[in-house]
């Protein structure tokens, strides 16, 4: 089994919790829609998903009409929700050490790349990362599985010597379509049945334990 050198990193729920920013972001976006949502506590669910698929399955809305939620929820994302976020405890400190112990980082999020790179920067994660690749505006590279295959096109990544790392079934099954090694992080938003239903290599319950686990991968 080859080494793993390169680490690509989900970044809602993996390495932030948005939820405070998402929650108030999508319930503007209601609002703006005329659209009652009965289960406030239910959305959640929008957390780690490509944002216009969700609004169009749980409201049953049309592209056209989930494509103006989701302008509608940038309206205020975009300028105060993206900052309405937490740094998980531990997770600089394991950036630094898979920095400085030679691994190249990258961030693949189906979030907008715009906005990805902004909280990064906010919360001084960005040093860790070569690159930040995301989302474009335009909905567009949205799937999990693009957004990985992108960042491999784009830096040459052998799946081999990769691992993709995140909380959602989207991040398993978009890894091991890009025949990558998968490790799922229990302390997001997906539950331990939609991770071990995706059957990653592995599953870690905290930011210490993939430190511990990477290292003896490669020892």
Do not use: C
């Not at 989930?66 to 976020?85: P, S």
């Not at 070569?130 to 505006?137: A, E, F, K, P, R």
């Not at 998968?182 to 059957?199: A, D, H, K, N, P």
């Amino acid at each position: 089994m080859h080494n793993i050198t390169t680490l690509l990193f989900d970044l809602d729920g993996t390495l932030t919790n948005p939820k405070e920013g998402i929650i108030n972001s999508i319930l503007h976006a209601l609002t703006v829609m005329n659209i009652h949502e009965p289960h406030p506590e239910e959305l959640e669910l929008f957390i780690g998903p490509p944002l216009r698929t969700s609004f169009a399955t749980r409201y049953n809305l049309p592209t056209e009409e989930a494509t103006k939620a989701v302008e509608a929820y940038r309206e205020y994302f975009g300028v105060r929700g993206l900052f309405e976020n937490e740094v998980y405890a531990g997770i600089p400190e394991a950036l630094q050490y898979f920095h400085q112990n030679g691994y190249t980082l990258f961030t693949a999020t189906s979030k907008p790349t715009v906005y990805a790179k902004k909280i990064l920067e906010y919360f001084a994660l960005d040093q860790y990362f070569t690159d930040v690749i995301g989302s474009n505006l335009d909905n567009t590279r949205t799937d999990k599985t693009e957004v990985i295959a992108y960042a491999m096109h784009q830096h040459s990544i052998l799946p081999e010597r990769a691992v993709m790392i995140g909380d959602r079934k989207h991040d398993i099954i978009g890894g091991k379509n890009n025949t990558m090694r998968t490790i799922g992080v229990s302390y997001g938003y997906g539950s331990m049945e939609e991770l071990t239903e995706e059957q990653p290599t592995y599953i870690v319950h905290s930011p210490k334990e993939l430190t511990g686990l990477l290292t003896m991968f490669n020892l």
